[in-house]
């Protein structure tokens, strides 16, 4: 009989300490935990690699940019995040004569490619969020190394431990209602060619697109804002979606409390940077973007943009403002709606 009460009381125990587990993970907000894997630490692991001088400034098309695609591609594939392509192939190829053919400057490039891969969504499998960065810089001029630390090296290195982050929710049962895709594009510096090839090859429809992040430049402090240096600036936020805006604001607020400074937003900003990174490809086809960028300093395209000047704990601040804004988009009940869509050409739809 002693044995048998023995037994019944340690299993009333294992079962209170199963529900105070349970409890205990339902009271965790579950974007804080995984946002936390995020780290200054493995951003920079990832950056003193990716733009040190064996990747040769990463230029389309180069010896150096093959480096850079594949060293993207085994962190994927160590990782366990598969393709969308096919299994294994996670570069979207574009031949040099697309290049050529659709730019003045691509004229001289060779075969590159975009990296891609995939977290297919739990419950609404069919709406794609676009987290994107481009992968590739300027390479080298008169025999030193453009490194691209900041541009867009940041991007590059936040975008994989973005990836990571809702990998690491997904094995745990945590995995996004929507889909996200992990774009890495080439040829930004070029025209911006790898993020209009894949808007006019999309492996997804555009039509199921709900949103595209794009993150370039998010390591460094500019001079307007170095008395504040937790900031970001975002652009086109706005511009299509209301509703984008202000559930990045409220994301922001609860979350992060970066300063987000909305100067370059402006239309009649006269740097146009709104025009000048890989989101605007989407957004000429009515997707609701937000652009993340610490504006230009003294290095921008210089080839002192190296890895030892990014300040790492403000670029971790503002790749887990990255991922808590997706995470909200991911999971939120309603797609998001772009109510300020302007009408399209048909050069524009694809």
């Keep these: 009989m002693k044995n048998i009460i023995y037994i019944l009381f340690a299993g009333l125990l294992i079962a209170c ?6 409890t205990k ?20 692991n990832h950056l003193f690699t990716y733009a040190s001088d064996d990747f040769e400034g990463r230029d389309t098309g180069s010896p150096g940019q093959k480096k850079a695609v594949n060293y993207l591609k085994d962190f994927y ?17 574009i031949k040099n004569e697309w ?19 995939f977290l297919k969504g739990t419950e609404k499998p069919d709406e794609i969020i676009v987290i994107s960065a481009h992968l590739d810089h300027v390479g080298t001029r008169n025999g030193k190394v453009y490194n691209g630390a900041d541009d867009d090296g940041s991007g590059t290195v936040a975008l994989l431990e973005i ?5 690491k929710a997904a094995d745990a049962g945590h995995g996004p209602k929507r889909s996200i895709l992990f774009l890495h594009v080439t040829g930004e ?10 808007t006019e090859n999309p492996i997804f429809p555009l039509a199921n697109t709900v949103c595209n992040l794009n993150i370039d430049m998010i390591g460094r402090i500019d001079q307007r804002n170095k008395e504040t240096p937790n900031y970001v600036y975002l652009i086109g936020s706005d511009k299509l979606s209301t509703e984008l805006h202000e559930l990045s604001e409220a994301v922001n607020k609860k979350y992060m409390n970066i300063k987000l400074d909305y100067k370059y937003n402006d239309e009649n900003d006269p740097n146009r940077f709104y025009y000048r990174s890989d989101h605007y490809n989407f957004a000429k086809h009515n997707i609701p973007i937000i652009f993340y960028f610490n504006g230009t300093h003294v290095d921008y395209h210089q080839h002192t943009d190296t890895p030892d000047k990014i300040y790492y704990e403000l670029m971790r601040n503002r790749a887990q403002l990255v ?15 772009a109510d300020k869509a302007k009408p399209l050409n048909k050069k524009t739809t694809k």
Excluded: C, M
């Design 25 to 44: 993970e339902e009271n965790v907000d579950l974007t804080v935990k995984y946002a936390s894997t995020i780290t200054a630490k493995d951003l920079g």
């Design 99 to 117: 290049f050529a053919k659709n730019s003045r400057r691509g004229r001289n490039l060779k075969d590159s490619e975009n990296v891609l891969a």
């Design 77 to 93: 594939v160590n990782l366990g995040l598969p393709s969308p392509i096919s299994e294994g192939n996670y570069f979207q190829e």
């Design 17 to 22: 300490g199963s529900s105070k587990e349970a």
């Design 323 to 337: 991922f808590h804004t997706a995470w909200e988009v991911a999971n939120r009940e309603g797609r998001i709606v």
């Design 163 to 167: 990836a990571e982050a809702f990998k």
């Design 189 to 198: 510096e070029r025209g911006l060619l790898g993020s209009k090839y894949y």
